[in-house]
């Protein structure tokens, strides 16, 4: 594993998740030193965060949504 890859805060959730996807498939074929294990592990993670990161922030923005659509209506009605 080089230090080539790209930083994960600018991925876009798409890319987090594929590039999640492969280092999960690397970690179980095995096969790999313990260094490599260690390296593909913490890269996992940072993935996992960005993810999160991303769901969160749709969760946030869905919830934004759903409040403007609410606080129309109310608006409406009153």
Known sequence: MS?????PAELSYEQARDELVQVV?????GGTTLEESLQLWERGEA?????????????????????GV?????????
């Open 47 to 67: 993935l996992a965060a960005r993810c999160e990161e991303w769901l969160l922030g749709a969760r946030q923005r869905l919830e934004a949504a759903r409040q």
């Open 3 to 7: 230090d080539a890859f790209q930083d």
């Open 25 to 29: 498939g690397r970690l179980e074929q």
């Open 70 to 78: 609410t606080g129309e209506t109310n608006e409406v009605q009153n």
